[in-house]
């Protein structure tokens, strides 16, 4: 059943709804095992034990190959860490250990007036930018996209924009399309019509990745 996009306004959310915490784990595995890989995320993010809300799970297929990514809600800081805790004490996690090169777990928190993240139909194809910040970098970032965020989520909705809580002061926004047509066409349209990107905010960017994402079959978000 399609989902629905909460309207963004630019105005903070109340307190509770800031206290939202997000986890994107990366699982990076060698090709023929990515079945074997992916085969234990549902099940580890559904377990009894689990905290945190399942949202979404895509296979990368542009750029470097053999990567998952997993996106998770929090209600706060402390079920982040019961996660995390749950994770490190267990010898397969993701029920994908044996098949696993590599695990990535990085915190998140939302910009201020993004609301919560709702599972649903959004797109065929998800981009998932990563944007590494010059120090300092952060309050003029948030200060743009709330300015111009509104206008393009009415365009082309946005499913989250988060900043990292540890680490390298970075972004990561993540943005469904109904295909990678649709996505450059958005892209240049914005563009033409000075709508994007939000203002003040390139010459904080100090290094940018996407990645273009598939949902998986069981992936809340589609």
């Not at 595995?29 to 949202?55: K, N």
């Not at 649903?120 to 194809?125: A, D, L, N, P, R």
């Amino acid at each position: 059943m399609p989902g629905s996009v909460p309207i963004i306004t630019g105005d903070d959310l109340d307190p509770a709804e800031q206290s939202v915490r997000y986890e994107l784990t990366t699982l990076h595995f060698r090709l023929p095992a990515t079945e074997q890989a992916l085969a234990g995320i549902e099940p580890w993010v559904r377990a009894p034990e689990a905290h945190g809300e399942f949202l979404g799970c895509w296979l990368g297929e542009h750029g470097r190959l053999g990567r998952a990514y997993v996106l998770r809600g929090f209600d706060d800081d402390a079920a982040l860490r019961r996660e995390r805790e749950r994770a490190a004490a267990n010898r397969h996690p993701f029920g994908a250990g044996e098949h696993l090169d590599d695990l990535t777990m990085c915190g998140f928190a939302p910009f201020p007036f993004v609301p919560r993240v709702r599972p649903g139909e959004f797109g065929s194809v998800y981009e998932i930018r990563d944007y590494r910040l010059v120090p300092g970098g952060l309050p003029a970032t948030i200060a743009g996209w709330r300015q111009q965020l509104p206008v393009r989520h009415r365009i082309d909705p946005v499913t989250v924009v988060m900043y990292a809580l540890d680490g390298p002061t970075r972004i990561v926004h993540i943005w469904p399309f109904s295909g990678l047509d649709e996505r450059v066409a958005i892209r240049r349209r914005l563009g033409d019509n000075a709508q994007w990107p939000p203002p003040g905010t390139p010459e904080k960017i100090l290094e940018a990745e996407s990645i273009m994402a598939w949902p998986t079959r069981f992936s809340p978000l589609r």
